[in-house]
C-alpha cells in the first residue's frame, strides 16, 4: 500500500493538532473545562455545516476517512477545526474593543482560509464544487463568534449558579 501526500497530510494534521493542544492549552482546571467546552461546541457546529454543505453538493472530500459513514472530513471538521477553536477561546483578547477583536478573528480565519486553498488546489483532500474561498472565511467568522459567544455564556452561567 502506497502512502499518498493526502494521508501524509492528515496524518501530520493529527499530530501537529495535538502538539499545539499540548502546547498552549494551560493545564489548570478552569482553561481544561473552558478548552472542553469550547472544542465541542464548535465540533458540533462544524460537524453539522461540513454534513450539509458536502450533502448539498457545495463541496466534496475526494480523499476522506471513514468513506463508509460520511462523506465529509472526519480529520478537519471533527478535529483540527475544533481543536483550534479551542486555542481560539483561551487566547481570545478580552477587553480590547472591537478593531482588536475583529482583527483577532479575522486572522484565525484567514490563516485556516489560505491553508484550505492550498489543499483544495493542490491536493485530493477538498475540492470546491459551487464553494469559494470566501465562502470558507465567512463561514469560520461566523462559527468563531458563535463559539465565543456560547462559551462566555455557558461560563458566565456557570459562574452564577456557583455564586
Known amino acids: 500500500m502506497e502512502i499518498s501526500l493526502e494521508h501524509i497530510i492528515l496524518g501530520v494534521s493529527w ?55 460520511t462523506n465529509t472530513s472526519f480529520t478537519f471538521e471533527f478535529f483540527v477545526y475544533p481543536a483550534i477553536c479551542v486555542l481560539y477561546n483561551l487566547h481570545f483578547p ?18 485556516i482560509t489560505i491553508l484550505e486553498v492550498l489543499l483544495e488546489k493542490y491536493t485530493l483532500l477538498i475540492h470546491y464544487i459551487y464553494w469559494t474561498w470566501y465562502w470558507t472565511w465567512i463561514t469560520l ?9 456560547y462559551v462566555k455564556w455557558f461560563f458566565h452561567s456557570y459562574n452564577q449558579k456557583k455564586t
Not at 467568522?141 to 459567544?149: D, E, N, P
Open 15 to 69: 499530530l501537529a493538532t495535538i502538539l499545539a493542544l499540548w502546547r498552549w492549552v494551560p493545564k489548570d482546571g478552569h482553561s481544561l473545562r473552558k478548552a472542553q467546552v469550547a472544542f465541542f461546541c464548535k465540533q458540533a457546529i462544524t460537524w453539522l455545516f461540513g454534513l450539509m454543505v458536502v450533502e448539498w453538493g457545495l463541496l466534496s472530500y475526494p480523499i476522506h476517512e471513514f468513506e463508509h459513514a
Open 141 to 149: 467568522f461566523l462559527t468563531f463568534c458563535l463559539s465565543r459567544t
Open 94 to 111: 478580552e477587553n480590547q474593543g472591537y478593531v482588536t477583536t475583529f482583527l483577532y478573528t479575522a486572522a484565525y480565519c484567514s490563516g
